[in-house]
């Protein structure tokens, strides 16, 4: 299973990205996550999608800023960042859970995809 982020760039703060995850057609059964690393930090959970949509979880410093969705006729996951913050400057990564359902922890997620940079500037 193959998933590739895209999306990233730099943007000043208070500005909006969206990021895509191409998480192919094996993953359209399994809840899909955004996890973040930013430098010499460990990675942190983001958000995450259940299998067909209908239930979202986010970390809280992201909460009510950033959406997470999917399209599953195009096996694509997003993450819309709005009024972005230079401590989410991060590389941020898509991965497929082992099941169906929401999950936060990354020893929940057996696939992952390459980062795509995020920076925010102040």
């Known amino acids: 299973v193959q998933l590739q982020a895209s999306g990233g760039g730099l943007v000043q703060a208070g500005g909006s990205l969206r990021l895509s995850c191409a998480a192919g057609r094996t993953s359209s059964n399994n809840a899909v996550g955004w996890f973040r690393q930013a430098p010499d930090k460990e990675r942190e959970f983001v958000a995450a999608?259940?299998?067909?949509?209908?239930?979202?979880t986010y970390v809280d410093s992201v909460k009510g800023r950033f959406t997470v969705s999917r399209d599953r006729t195009k096996n694509t996951v997003f993450l819309q960042m709005n009024s972005l913050k230079p401590e989410d400057t991060a590389v941020y990564y898509c991965?497929?859970?082992?099941?169906?359902?929401?999950?936060?922890?990354?020893?929940?997620?057996?696939?992952w995809g390459q980062g795509t940079l995020v920076t925010v500037s102040s």
């Open positions: 999608i259940n299998w067909n949509g209908g239930s979202t």
């Open positions: 991965a497929a859970a082992r099941t169906s359902m929401l999950a936060v922890l990354p020893s929940d997620y057996r696939y």
